[in-house]
């Protein structure tokens, strides 16, 4: 898989690791991923120019799926939550225990595998969310709204697991901290897309958040006002260029 194509909403996305998604109220954004995911209708959308529908079931099933933003779970423990899509797609239980075991080990789960999802935080259940579809390695994982409750170190865990298992993931986000997290951004405004650019790009231009609504990143709105008095020649989006640049 390369492209993602919703003609509906004129956007044709590149499948790279960390695509954020973001509009204003009623833009459009979980519709897309309730298209993708064929809650809504999907005849629009497109994977490598082959209409969605055309694809088999299962393929479907295993590489394309959605985090929505609910606290509604399938089961009530922990390690169960983590097994339930495994189930589902049919992995046998050696390989449900195994792909259980490195998540433990990737992503820290030690003092929460065990616990009944009940006795969890509101953090610590939106990261069993997200991650009981993420074990199953699909190609294109949406998450709507979800990774605003998790804390830098466990988002900065799912970009790298995302990264190092070539899932791309499409994050609705209304948090504008975690557009520093990946590479490409889609403005969305009245169920079609008005940009889709680079992430550097749409950061270099203040106007494009302040219309729908959101800040710009601390770092990103720094380093725009030092590039516009002419304290910096280039604009830097990560804190460690940036400090390195001013102490050169």
Not at 2 to 15: G, P, Q, R, S, V
Not at 69 to 83: A, M
Not at 126 to 149: C, E, V
Not at 226 to 248: A, H, R, T
């Amino acid at each position: 898989m390369n492209t993602l194509t919703f003609k509906d909403y004129n956007l044709k996305l590149e499948l790279v690791p960390f695509t954020n998604i973001i509009g204003g109220i009623a833009s459009g954004k979980t519709y897309l991923l309730k298209t993708l995911i064929n809650q809504s209708d999907s005849s629009s959308v497109f994977i490598d120019d082959k209409n969605i529908n055309d694809y088999d079931i299962n393929f479907l099933r295993k590489n394309i799926t959605a985090v929505l933003n609910n606290f509604i779970f399938n089961t009530s423990k922990v390690k169960s939550e983590l097994e339930y899509y495994q189930k589902c797609l049919n992995y046998d239980s050696k390989t449900i225990e195994s792909n259980i075991k490195k998540f433990v080990t990737f992503f820290k789960l030690n003092n929460i595998i065990d616990k009944e999802i009940g006795q969890t935080t509101r953090s610590e259940k939106a990261f069993i969310k997200i991650l009981s579809l993420l074990i199953i390695n699909p190609r294109i994982i949406g998450i709507d709204d979800m990774l605003t409750y998790l804390d830098n170190k466990d988002k900065l865990k799912i970009v790298k697991y995302g990264k190092e298992n070539k899932i791309s993931i499409l994050n609705v986000t209304s948090n504008s901290e975690e557009l520093l997290l990946g590479t490409k951004i889609v403005v969305l405004d009245n169920f079609h897309s008005v940009m889709y650019e680079d992430t550097l790009e749409v950061l270099s231009n203040d106007k494009v958040l302040s219309k729908i609504g959101m800040n710009m990143p601390f770092i990103a709105e720094l380093s725009n006002n030092l590039n516009y008095y002419d304290l910096l020649k280039e604009k830097y989006f990560d804190i460690n260029s940036l400090v390195g640049e001013l102490w050169k």
